[in-house]
């Protein structure tokens, strides 16, 4: 079964600085990943996804995401970051009827 | 938008007590989920259900029991818990078990 890590428990950044969120995968093909974000009090939302095609995806609030089959990533980007997107970002990666959610990113933005 | 409508969004209940969640969504989906979210925990996928039908059960304890009487409605019922059941349970639904999938936003479960 596919498997998804994201390394990093917890991010700061800045107000206007850029972002990058890393998540990494196991799987033996090319799975389906996506990425979802969690406001406080909310449920998940869809970010982008990733099926197949062109390996840079835009979505909504201005980010991106990039796949790298190489390196079994997909890490999420956002140029410049606004304090309304604190909150907690959840990479997933579905392959043979199944989805994985890997355990979150919480960011956190300073002013 | 959300698509999926949980209700209650907040509930608190003594061990003893019986309750139920709802999940509602008219997005058309075949397959629906229950998540528990607890803190500084990843996200537990509980139940599964494909077209009314349930397809996963991840070793849920039996005080939690679900029903899904059509593909646009999914409960859990919940009899005796335990304060370690205190969490946010997110229902979701999809079409098919690797599309993206659609969240309600939760029902905080206090267990006193």
């Known amino acids: 079964a596919q498997s998804v890590t994201q390394p990093d428990i917890h991010i700061t950044v800045s107000e206007g600085a850029s972002l990058e969120l890393r998540c990494n995968y196991s799987?033996?093909?090319?799975?389906?990943l996506f990425w979802y974000v969690q406001s406080p009090g909310q449920g998940l939302q869809l970010l982008l996804k990733?099926?197949?095609?062109?390996?840079l995806v835009q979505g909504i609030k201005g980010f991106e995401a990039e796949f790298k089959r190489s390196q079994s990533s997909f890490n999420l980007r956002k140029p410049s970051v606004h304090w309304s997107d604190a909150a907690e970002y959840f990479c997933a990666v579905g392959a043979d009827n199944d989805m994985r959610f890997g355990a979150g990113t919480r960011l956190t933005v300073k002013p | 938008e959300t698509g999926v409508t949980q209700t209650p969004r907040h509930l608190v209940m003594g061990m003893t007590n019986k309750k139920s969640l709802k999940c509602e969504q008219h997005l058309g989906h075949n397959a629906m989920y229950w998540y528990k979210q607890s803190a500084k925990k990843p996200l537990e996928l509980m139940f599964v259900y494909n077209f009314k039908e349930q397809t996963e059960n991840n070793s849920v304890p039996s005080r939690f029991s679900p029903e899904c009487p059509n593909s646009s409605h999914l409960f859990l019922h919940l009899h005796t818990l335990q304060p370690e059941d205190s969490a946010l349970y997110l229902c979701?639904?999809?079409?098919?078990?690797?599309?993206?999938?659609?969240f309600g936003d939760g029902t905080r479960l206090s267990i006193l």
């Open positions: 990733y099926f197949s095609g062109d390996t």
């Open positions: 979701a639904s999809s079409f098919g078990f690797t599309q993206p999938q659609h």
């Open positions: 799987y033996g093909a090319t799975p389906y």
